[in-house]
């Protein structure tokens, strides 16, 4: 995917000098190994920082919530897919935009490549399959479909669904993939199994809140968890209240959700809150036949009531 | 002070011993990171550990810490009353702690143990703890210790600097404190001062060597507070940022906490918690107004108290100890090594969006 840069710099630099956007999201190097850092080009000269390869996890529609300006925003499959989700809540126009989409291939788990080596790694490159990590006295070269993050590894869409400008010729899309494997061995748990399951899950969570705030869906002015008159939820370590918030951030991305991963992309302690939101994907899909922002002409499940609803839970 | 040999074949046999008089604290690997716990009983300290992913700030100061207790049970006579909890100070030790953050608490106490306010809390707590340390032989490439006024055999904070020799560690003792804890480990056995000491010189050496990341402090102090707090990279430094806490929490230097009442049922507890002020509700008043309501202003002041405001009020260099936590894990890599030479360089050239 790093041979995608060039066209991205162009189309980028044609759009500010014409005077399309004011500003085009992407993408800058890191500082450090497998880290981009997420960046707003303002002036054709800027373009140059603009970069793109398998460490782009971080979801672009995050950045676009209530701006004004025209923008110009490079996007993979999952983020097209909350840009999409972001104009049909009302928190960008569809014409303030330039979508610049990415064909992706996936994007490579920081965590699972770190974990793989007892020593620090000093230098990770890519070419199209492989990954190659170094380190104080070792070098290895890695297929890059086996560090996948798993939301990448599962993802059916990764074509940008919607768009102005294609950088490169689509990808072909995975078939026959069990997306939802683990959700359901979680599913077929007791009560109580499902109980200590989710404690033990949560047991490291410092409420940093990264994964709420790295999530384009996360955009209330004041979340549940900061109101103070009345107070919801309590400050502490106190398991419970780790647990509603979790629990209850997940419920608000009902029927909103693509799985991009950029929650536990985000997390420092390394939980995968997306077995919540993913048990409600897979519900979404099973009720409705939803997958979130596919389309611009479709309200949300969520949002709307048709006769046919599935009711059986009323009881 | 003396410096100590200790066999490692007898080092499980010390740590036993000290568990006798002392809780011990020591990092431990969990799934994929490293972080410092209670070690159970004949539960050795990994000290194979790169950096842990949480500092160990916790120990001394717990993400949720009990101060009172008290009953809304009008029926009881002690009712509204806040009743002091009876948290254990008993000893404890952290043992393999590196030197980065031994320092940070020498940082942090600056705030808690002043001549005008005493936090009861941390002071009892940092009292009943010896730190014994252990010297960095292998720093990350996104430590910049030497640069932040510590380095990798730094030994400022520590009561007892451990260094890796082989088949034994050299204990340098540099604190009472230190010196009770090797006498009740019965680590009695005297290095020879002279050839110790130049081991620990070489090592040192070798280590700081190994540093590649550095910052420039020099000019923070001289820079005009308003034209630092003006100066126009905020917007690009700030861009990527999504307010979450994780700088904040994973800093070994960081100290800021909010108190809070929890009720349940009659009986309630008022205990504190790490906050954050890369938080919104970290600053929003009563009215609702928010004077640092963008989260550029929340940005500005993370690294403006760090590296400037620090830096003014204490004068003893900038609020960091360079154990690059924040770099590592910043979900976004904001990076605070090219923050710090963004204000340091303000004004001597004209200010560029520095990529």
């Not at chain 1, 399951?197 to 969570?205: A, I, Q, V």
């Not at chain 2, 209670?38 to 717990?62: C, F, Q, V």
């Not at chain 2, 560690?169 to 804890?181: M, P, Q, R």
């Not at chain 2, 929890?262 to 600053?283: A, H, I, Q, Y």
């Amino acid at each position: 995917m790093t041979s995608y840069i060039q066209k991205i710099q162009e189309v980028s630099e044609r759009l500010l000098k014409e005077c399309k956007v004011d500003m085009v999201i992407g993408f800058r190097k890191g500082t450090i190994p497998l880290m981009n850092e997420p960046y707003f080009a303002r002036t054709p000269e800027d373009v140059q920082n603009l970069v793109w390869d398998s460490n782009c996890g971080i979801n672009l529609a995050n950045y676009l919530t209530d701006r004004k300006e025209n923008i110009g925003i490079i996007a993979k499959g999952c983020d097209s897919r909350n840009i999409v989700t972001h104009i049909i809540e009302n928190k960008i126009k569809r014409e303030q935009l330039v979508i610049i989409g990415v064909p992706c291939k996936g994007m490579i788990d920081k965590r699972k490549i770190t974990a793989m080596f007892e020593d620090e790694i000093t230098e990770v490159t890519e070419d199209e399959n492989n990954v190659t990590v170094k380190g104080n006295g070792f070098e290895k070269v890695i297929n890059k479909n086996d560090v996948l993050q798993q939301n990448c590894a599962l993802c059916i869409h990764r074509n940008p669904v919607e768009y102005d400008e294609l950088i490169a010729e689509t990808v072909e899309e995975p078939r026959d993939i069990d997306r939802y494997a683990d959700i359901r061995e979680i599913e077929a748990l007791s009560p109580a199994e499902k109980d200590k399951y989710f404690e033990d899950l949560f047991s490291t969570c410092i409420r940093c809140y990264a994964c709420r705030n790295a999530c384009p869906l996360c955009y209330c002015p004041t979340c549940f968890t900061d109101e103070a008159k009345p107070q919801w939820v309590g400050k502490s370590q106190d398991q419970t209240d780790v647990e509603t918030f979790h629990f209850l951030r997940a419920f608000h991305c009902a029927g909103r959700c693509t799985d991009c991963g950029a929650c536990e992309r985000a997390c420092p302690v390394g939980i995968n809150m997306r077995l919540l939101t993913r048990k409600l994907e897979k519900d979404c899909f099973d009720l409705f036949e939803w997958e979130a922002g596919m389309s611009l002409d479709v309200r949300p499940p969520l949002d709307t009531y048709k006769p046919g609803d599935p009711d059986d839970f009323i009881k | 002070m003396k410096i100590f040999s200790i066999a490692k074949d007898k080092w499980a046999d010390g740590l036993d011993r000290l568990t006798e008089s002392y809780r011990l604290f020591g990092p431990v690997k969990e799934e994929e990171f490293y972080n410092f716990k209670e070690l159970a009983k004949d539960e050795a300290p990994d000290l194979n550990y790169l950096n842990t992913r949480l500092s160990p700030k916790a120990i001394i100061y717990p993400q949720s810490e009990t101060m009172f207790e008290y009953s809304l049970d009008e029926s009881r006579e002690d009712h509204h009353i806040m009743k002091e909890v009876d948290n254990s100070y008993s000893p404890q030790a952290v043992i393999g702690v590196r030197p980065c953050d031994a320092k940070a608490f020498l940082l942090v106490r600056l705030n808690f143990d002043t001549p005008e306010y005493k936090d009861p809390y941390w002071i009892r707590a940092y009292e009943s703890t010896t730190l014994v340390g252990l010297a960095c032989d292998s720093p990350c490439s996104s430590c910049f210790c030497t640069t932040a006024g510590c380095g990798p055999y730094h030994e400022e904070g520590m009561d007892i600097l451990l260094v890796d020799a082989d088949n034994h560690f050299l204990a340098k003792v540099l604190t009472e404190k230190g010196e009770k804890l090797i006498k009740a480990a019965g680590w009695d056995r005297a290095a020879d001062e002279a050839e110790a000491g130049k081991k620990i010189e070489t090592g040192k050496q070798a280590a700081e060597a190994k540093i590649s990341a550095f910052v420039n402090t020099d000019r923070l102090q001289e820079i005009d507070t308003v034209e630092l707090y003006k100066a126009p990279f905020w917007e690009d430094v700030s861009f990527s940022c999504i307010n979450c806490g994780t700088c904040t929490f994973v800093c070994p230097t960081c100290w800021c906490f909010d108190i809070q009442d929890e009720n349940s049922g009659t009986s309630g507890l008022r205990m504190r918690n790490w906050d954050s002020c890369m938080f919104p509700l970290f600053t929003v008043h009563g009215t609702g107004h928010n004077p640092r309501g963008t989260k550029l202003h929340r940005v500005r002041q993370r690294f403006m108290h760090k590296l400037k405001y620090y830096v003014d009020k204490y004068d003893v260099g900038i609020q960091c100890v360079g154990c690059g936590r924040c770099v590592r894990s910043c979900p976004v890599n904001i990076d605070i090594r090219r923050v710090c030479d963004l204000m340091n360089r303000h004004g001597t050239e004209k200010d560029s969006c520095a990529a």
